[in-house]
């Protein structure tokens, strides 16, 4: 299952099983700060969050603090959280695209729309809600905990081969996950942020970000709505 997190305020702002579907909508109603889409079946779920994010994570989503506790249990009970306890948004994937396609100007000057769902054009936004559920009940974290150690592992082992079918039937193109395209975007950032002379004012760089995925989207074929969640995770690198 895919999920966004709004780096800015450390919560899970949207989930959906098609990781298209989360970056689109990050990039529609999200503009406007960082983000980051992960997949909480990935072995490193949420590994780039430091002991102290992935705890204000889980006190913003639940509303509960918790110390004490190891951070891949952490990471463990938000991605239960995720799975379980958080519903996903119901979208049509070419209608979102439709309706970024309709605001991409307002969207690069960081002005955020929200998802309308059976709309050609999206509604005004007047605030972006975080995902809550309630704390996880002690035996759902005791279960975290325990699957913790060894889930990780069996997620990172490799799948077992199977046979192909005898007559294959070609499959529809999908488009480029923007985890599988990291390499090519950080390139790009970093050599123009250099060019620009790696300024570190966030206003002058969120206007350079926009100049980076033009060049993305043109070059190198990576879409905006992929280039922009990882470039949000470019910027909270390079500017720390």
């Known amino acids: 299952m895919f999920v966004c997190v709004d780096m800015d305020n450390l919560q899970f702002i949207h989930k959906h099983r098609e ?32 002991q102290l994010d992935l705890r204000i994570l889980y006190r913003n989503t639940t509303g509960m603090d918790i110390t004490g506790t190891e951070d891949c249990v952490v990471r463990e009970m938000l991605a239960t959280i995720v799975n379980d306890h958080i519903q996903a948004r119901t979208v049509n994937l070419l209608e979102l695209d439709t309706q970024i396609a309709a605001v ?25 809600f975080s995902l809550h559920c309630a704390p996880l009940a002690p035996v759902a974290a005791q279960q975290a905990a325990a699957r913790a150690p060894q889930q990780r592992a069996q997620r ?75 470039l949000g995770n470019w910027m909270k690198e390079r500017l720390a």
């Open 19 to 50: 990781h298209e579907v989360v970056s689109g909508l990050a990039y529609l109603e999200a503009c406007d700060r960082s983000t980051t889409v992960d997949n909480t079946e990935r072995e490193h779920f949420l590994l780039n969050l430091s």
């Open 104 to 128: 991409i100007e307002d969207l690069e000057k960081g002005i955020p729309w929200k998802y309308s769902l059976g709309a050609k054009v999206p509604a005004k936004q007047d605030q972006l």
């Open 156 to 230: 990172s082992a490799p799948k077992p081969r199977t046979a192909p079918p005898a007559a294959p039937v070609a499959a529809p193109v999908r488009k480029q996950r923007s985890f599988s395209v990291r390499p090519t975007i950080w390139a790009v950032a970093d050599r123009l942020w250099e060019e620009a002379g790696k300024p570190t004012d966030k206003a002058v760089v969120l206007e350079l970000r926009k100049k980076m995925m033009a060049v993305l989207e043109a070059e190198n074929g990576v879409k905006r709505t992929s280039s922009s969640n990882e």
